[in-house]
């Protein structure tokens, strides 16, 4: 993961990324709750993609393994929206409200968690102290 996301801005930078976080997983939960109320049994790409979306927006919320699933959010949403709203009389109409999310999330993906994330927590920088060799530590 340190290699995705070499750094962990801090301050306006990381507040900027944690909303970008906030919004793409607080909506890609949302789109799972959706998908989960109003399927049935049978529809089960209603439930896989309901359940990813909603897992997915729990981790980036959290900021856990950033990258890897705000990459998951753009393609379920991407994929979920093709495929369920496919039939939808207004045709291409149906798809565009989730345009936006879909590049917040490939953005999101691309830019990192920022360090008000567990990523910054878990694979941030560490300060490393080298003794010096010949002398004893004091």
Known sequence: MGR???S???GRIGVGLFLLRALVGSSAVLNGIAYLSGCTATAFISWT???VAML???CLLAGFLTSLFGAVVAADIAATFLWLHASAPQGVNSFL???PVIVV????ALLGPGSYSVD???FGMREIVIARSGRPEE
């Open 120 to 122: 910054a927590r878990l």
């Open 56 to 58: 997915a927006g729990a």
């Open 105 to 108: 999330a490939a953005a999101v």
């Open 49 to 51: 993609a309901g359940i």
């Open 8 to 10: 962990y801005p801090g």
């Open 97 to 99: 409200p989730a345009i």
């Open 4 to 6: 995705l996301c070499p």
